[in-house]
């Protein structure tokens, strides 16, 4: 079973940037569209970026953030810039279906912190 594996956040000041990266296990990586997600405190999970082969991003991260994918090394980046306090959350990645549910396990995420 593939196993998601998050890292690269921490704690910044806004304006600041973080690259995240997202760990696969497995051989079919390459399949499937790949996504990060976040969840903030008190709030539901949101999708922030997804990428297939073109790239989509919510409103309020576009221009900031950028997703990108290493399909030989079975890993997905999400490059931070301008960190904003607002996105503070813990961040993860998975494959979306199209049914809304998820193809694989939640991994633990990572924890970004923006804040002075």
């Known amino acids: ?19 995240l990266s997202c760990a696969a296990s497995g051989s079919i990586f390459s399949r499937y569209v790949m996504g990060w997600y976040r969840q903030a405190p008190g709030k539901q999970r949101e999708w ?3 990428i297939c082969r073109s790239t ?17 090394k079975n890993t997905v980046t999400l490059q931070m810039n301008n960190l904003e306090p607002e996105d503070t959350a813990v961040y993860y990645c998975n494959a979306p ?6 193809y694989f396990p939640w991994g633990q995420g990572t924890q970004v912190t923006v804040s002075s």
């Open 1 to 19: 079973q593939v196993q998601l594996v998050e890292s690269g956040g921490g704690l910044v000041q806004p304006g600041g940037s973080l690259r």
């Open 48 to 50: 922030v970026a997804l």
């Open 56 to 72: 989509n991003y919510i409103d309020s991260v576009k221009g900031r953030f950028t997703i990108s994918r290493d399909n030989a």
């Open 97 to 102: 279906r199209s049914t809304g549910s998820y």
